[in-house]
């Protein structure tokens, strides 16, 4: 069965810091893998997909099918970056995300 | 910025009441989907509906009902045999063939 995980449930760091959230998934075919982000009082949203390899927000994110990872990088925090984001994986056709448990960003002055 | 509403934001219930959480959509699209948000755990699906007068349970449909009988409306009942019902619960439409969901505001429900 497909997995993400999140080992982290928090993730605090300063200002200008790199940030790297971690995201592993389990899956034995061919995955397809997302970014979503929540702001405090915003709904959910989706911040940026694997198969776009774009970067939104200053955020990327790259799928390295050895490690069965997807981690979440930006190289200098923003204050508004504090949020929470989820790791997620399609497995099919019908858009059925598995989410992961999340990490909570804190980005301190 | 519409498009897709959730209501009540906010519900209380009674043990062994069932309650109804409206989701209605007015972006057209076929895929619905609820799934529930707990703290730690994240999210996990409910039911989920690709087409109208059909729908296939998700990871946790123990305890829940849903219906699709029109295109913009997939209402979530959470009934009395749900054990752990007090959740935010959050609604989704599907982007057709790129996996993107769109989610509404959620509905919060506590159970008294």
């Known amino acids: 069965a497909q997995r993400v995980t999140q080992p982290e449930k928090l993730l605090s760091v300063f200002k200008g810091a790199p940030v790297e959230l971690k995201c592993n998934y389990s899956y034995s075919g061919s995955p397809e893998l997302f970014w979503y982000v929540q702001y405090s009082r915003q709904r959910l949203q989706l911040l940026l997909r694997h198969i776009s390899r774009e970067s939104i927000k200053g955020f990327t994110a790259d799928l390295n099918k050895g490690e069965t990872s997807f981690h979440l990088k930006k190289p200098f925090a923003q204050e508004e970056d504090s949020a929470m984001y989820y790791c997620?994986?399609?497995?099919?056709?019908?858009?059925?995300?598995?989410f992961g448990t999340g990490t909570r960003l804190q980005v301190t002055l | 910025d519409g498009g897709i509403t959730q209501s009540p934001k906010y519900l209380f219930r009674k043990e062994g009441q069932n309650v109804t959480l409206s989701c209605e959509q007015n972006l057209n699209h076929d895929a619905m989907y609820w799934y529930r948000q707990d703290p730690g755990q994240g999210l996990r699906l409910i039911y989920y509906?690709?087409?109208?007068?059909?729908?296939q349970k998700g990871d946790i449909a123990e305890g829940y009902s849903v219906s699709r009988e029109k295109k913009e409306s997939f209402p979530l009942t959470v009934t009395s045999a749900q054990k752990n019902p007090t959740a935010f619960y959050l609604c989704a439409i599907g982007q057709e063939n790129t996996g993107e969901l769109f989610f509404g505001e959620g509905s919060r429900l506590t159970v008294l």
């Open positions: 997620a994986l399609n497995t099919g056709t019908a858009s059925k995300l598995t």
């Open positions: 509906s690709q087409i109208v007068n059909d729908f």
